[in-house]
Structure formats: structure tokens, C-alpha cells
């Protein structure tokens, strides 16, 4: 984290599943936070919409659940998944 607070923040989270592939890094990158329910999908689409005319691909809406607000999961020209959240 940034320590003046200006900055991006990166976090690094473990997860239990095994490597299966190449190494890789999974981005998420915040596109809606402080937001919930409709806005917040509204604005996760926007920047998804941005991003494809940029050569990002739109894989999949996860919507909230009971744990997690929505997210949108997308691709990178090389193949790489991120997630908008």
C-alpha cells in the first residue's frame, strides 16, 4: 500500500487451489468500490465496456452473494484473467 494514500493498492491473496498451469498473476481491479446492488454492476459493465474497446475480453458477471459483492471477470489481449470488483 501506498503510504501516503495516493497511490494503488496491490494485495496479494492465497488460494487453495493447486497450481494447475504456468505461474500467473490474477488481478483485481477496483472499479466499483463503495458501491452495491445495481450501481455497482452498472459501473463494474462501464469500465468492462472501456476495457473491451481497448482489446479486453468480457467473460462473466459474478453477481453478489451472501460472502462478495459483484464482480466482472474479464481477459487480457494475452489471455490473462482479472477481475473488475
Do not use: W
Not at 500467473?24 to 466499483?32: K, N, T
Not at 446492488?37 to 467473460?59: I, K, M, N, P, S
Not at 462473466?60 to 459483484?70: I, K, M, P
Amino acid at each position: 500500500m501506498d503510504p501516503t494514500g495516493a497511490g494503488p493498492r496491490m494485495y496479494f491473496q492465497r488460494v487453495p487451489e493447486g497450481k494447475v498451469v504456468k505461474n500467473r498473476v490474477h488481478l483485481d481491479v477496483r472499479a466499483g468500490t463503495g458501491l452495491v446492488g445495481e450501481e455497482r454492476v452498472a459501473r463494474l459493465e462501464a469500465e468492462g465496456a472501456r476495457l473491451v474497446a481497448l482489446g479486453a475480453t468480457r467473460l462473466q458477471l459474478l453477481r453478489a452473494d451472501e460472502y462478495n459483492e459483484s464482480c466482472l471477470l474479464m481477459q487480457d489481449i494475452e489471455g490473462n484473467e482479472f477481475c473488475l470488483d
